[in-house]
């Protein structure tokens, strides 16, 4: 098991502005990787914000992260999150 602050984040934001507009990212630190959503230092991400955290996952295991949001970007990994997220 990770230590304290040992974890990666897999999340989904949802845009305020455009509540249909979703991103999905991978990150050490979830309040900094926010903080720079929502400053516009994100290009990708700038024309929708602010955003919030709509679900978040804290894994253990930096590569098993990379594969879930790798998933979580996918048609199928979509549709699940839609439905189930």
């Not at 720079?36 to 700038?46: F, I, L, M």
Request: net charge positive.
């Amino acid at each position: 098991m990770a230590a304290a602050g040992e974890f990666t984040y897999v999340y989904i934001l949802q845009s305020e502005t455009d509540p249909q507009h979703f991103y999905t990212g991978v990150t050490a630190d979830l309040r900094a990787r926010l903080a720079r959503h929502n400053s516009g230092a994100v290009a990708h991400t700038a024309r929708w914000r602010p955003w919030r955290i709509k679900t978040y996952v804290a894994l253990s295991d930096a590569a098993r992260a990379a594969e879930l949001e790798k998933y979580l970007k996918s048609a199928s990994g979509r549709a699940f999150a839609t439905k189930r997220l």
